[in-house]
């Protein structure tokens, strides 16, 4: 069992750029990994946006009860329990000072061929981020989790990043690359596509990403496993927050989104 929460552990790591886990002990404690049966026979789960460095070599967050001034984003800004659904909790809540947190759940670095090229490096100038799990009450398989975060930014460059996250999923619309799931008897691959289904929600601006992996067996071409997550993408003035899931349901997360929307209003006096 051990070994088998190890193995997950590390998956996790390669495939959530949107987790912030406080210790890798905590994964192997709750085997968190999020897996639904959709009604054709596909599994949704959790898509691999990049290839990171395990959570022991990142910068730990600061913790959630430390008071900041000037920039900071306050919990009331966030996603709350009660906007998701009755006996939700917020879990693993952590902050970042500026510059701390070096990643971001669109870059590609190590995946996207063509993601280098596009000179992305806006996002990482924010000046304060905070995030947050909401999920419900005895949920330590992940099933009802909802991811979300929220990056102050100097300037306009809230508007920039926003930009970004579009030329992100142009660029890297489809390629394929390695999978884990690959083995001697049954060679594969991942083929990974990502689009933008929907824009102007919530907020001054926001878009909703789709994003998919298909792990194919090269020799037969047949799909064996597919992965899912929904990100919605919302801009408040100087603000910018992304909340995401695994299941296939844009009007729910669309309805996350506006909500969340409303809550960075109380960081700011822009709205």
């Not at 192997?28 to 070599?57: D, E, K, M, N, Q």
């Not at 000046?127 to 975060?149: N, P, S, W």
Request: charged share 25%.
């Amino acid at each position: 069992m051990t070994d088998r929460l190890d193995e997950l552990a590390g998956r996790l790591d390669r495939e959530l750029s949107t987790l912030y886990w406080a210790e890798a002990a905590r994964i192997r404690r709750r085997g968190t990994r999020r897996r639904i049966r959709a009604v054709a026979g596909a599994t949704l789960a959790v898509v691999a946006l990049l290839g990171s460095a395990w959570t022991l070599l990142r910068p730990q967050p600061v913790g959630p009860d430390v008071e900041f001034q000037g920039d900071a984003i306050p919990i009331e800004a966030m996603l709350q329990p009660s906007d998701v659904g009755p006996d939700f909790e917020i879990d693993n809540a952590h902050t970042y000072l500026a510059g701390e947190y070096p990643t971001w759940q669109f870059a590609q670095e190590d995946a996207c061929p063509r993601y280098a090229s596009l000179n992305i490096d806006a996002y990482r100038t924010y000046l304060f981020m905070r995030g947050q799990i909401v999920a419900r009450k005895g949920d330590d398989e992940g099933h009802t989790y909802v991811f979300t975060e929220a990056r102050r930014f100097p300037g306009e460059v809230a508007r920039q990043v926003m930009t970004d996250v579009t030329r992100t999923v142009s660029a890297c619309a489809v390629y394929r690359t390695a999978t884990e799931n690959s083995t001697p008897s049954r060679p594969a691959e991942a083929e990974r596509s990502a689009s933008v289904i929907d824009r102007n929600f919530a907020g001054e601006e926001s878009l909703m990403v789709r994003t998919q992996i298909d792990d194919r067996d090269t020799a037969t071409g047949e799909v064996f496993d597919r992965q899912v997550v929904l990100a919605a993408v919302v801009r408040v003035a100087d603000l910018v927050a992304i909340t995401s899931f695994y299941v296939e349901d844009p009007q729910r997360l669309r309805e996350l989104a506006k909500r969340t929307a409303s809550r960075l209003c109380v960081a700011t006096t822009a709205c």
